[in-house]
């Protein structure tokens, strides 16, 4: 009993050789060590540590992308690099103004939350709260917060970032999802009159099933069943997803996006599932 005790809690340790599928080492606090992806800058688990299911990590995530074709040289070096950045905060080297950083961030966060002008941060937020700070906390508090930038692209680049991450979260959880995804794709007109197409998309992440916004795009040329499917192509492309991983096809069955019988007989517009690949028809 003792010893497939022990045999259960053993973990599997650091190797090199796992450098290969673009990834680094990480010690914590407690001394084991944990794997990190340096392309995607995801921590993984101990479970996930086994060659095989690396190898399929990797394929899955950056198989398609620029690494598709690096070198165990290339990795090595990156590593280098990745952890020569990771330790400067270690070793004393963190900037002043990160406090400043982090306001910044939960400033453009409520704004995009809001759904406000990305300008309110610099006409409206930080004059408010330098004259409440001023009224309240004194003259040196209103110096201080005066240090944060709020301006327009300043906002406009940290709410970017803010996408990006999450962008890449879910894209990370669609790839460990032990089941394929399902998509709902629509097809919707903006304010200035320009076709967006949104989809959403359904996963399974550990005991639950997730739904999540996963893009809205522009539809630049037309509506048609073929331009909505390259605009999902492009995007599984540039984010190392594919069809093979996705299980069902959710549309509102407007002839805009999947085409009718009057449209598709004298207009030639083909149906979504027509131009899917076959097992997802």
């Not at 406090?99 to 910044?104: C, E, G, Q, V, Y």
């Not at 939960?106 to 009224?135: C, D, R």
């Not at 007109?189 to 893009?215: A, H, W």
Request: charged fraction near 25%; proline fraction near 5%.
């Amino acid at each position: 009993m003792k010893l497939m005790k022990n045999m259960s809690s053993k973990k599997r340790k650091w190797s090199e050789d796992y450098v290969r599928y673009g990834l680094t080492c990480l010690t914590e606090r407690d001394g084991s060590q944990r794997p990190k992806c340096m392309l995607c800058n995801v921590k993984l688990s101990n479970s996930s540590r086994a060659p095989a299911k690396l190898r399929e990590r990797f394929k899955k995530l950056h198989g398609e992308g620029q690494y598709k074709d690096a070198t165990l040289d290339e990795f090595k070096l990156k590593r280098v690099r990745f952890d020569a950045s990771a330790t400067l905060p270690t070793l004393g080297f963190v900037p002043i103004d990160k406090p400043i950083l982090t306001a910044l961030y939960e400033v453009a966060y409520l704004i995009a939350k809001q759904g406000k002008p990305h300008t309110v941060g610099e006409t409206l937020i930080k004059p408010a709260a330098l004259k409440m700070a001023n009224i309240m906390l004194g003259k040196a508090a209103e110096n201080k917060l005066s240090l944060v930038p709020l301006s327009n692209d300043t906002i406009r680049c940290r709410i970017d970032d803010m996408s990006d991450d999450i962008l890449a979260q879910v894209v990370a959880d669609l790839v460990a999802s032990p089941t394929k995804f399902s998509l709902q794709l629509d097809e919707t007109t903006d304010v200035s009159n320009l076709s967006q197409l949104i989809l959403f998309v359904r996963y399974v992440k550990g005991d639950e099933i997730k739904e999540d916004f996963l893009f809205c795009k522009p539809l630049t040329t037309t509506t048609k069943a073929a331009d909505v499917k390259k605009l999902v192509d492009d995007f599984f492309r540039s984010n190392g997803l594919s069809w093979n991983m996705v299980s069902a096809v959710c549309s509102d069955r407007a002839p805009a996006m999947q085409g009718s019988k009057l449209s598709t007989a004298k207009a030639g517009v083909p149906k979504l599932f027509a131009v899917l690949p076959p097992n997802l028809s």
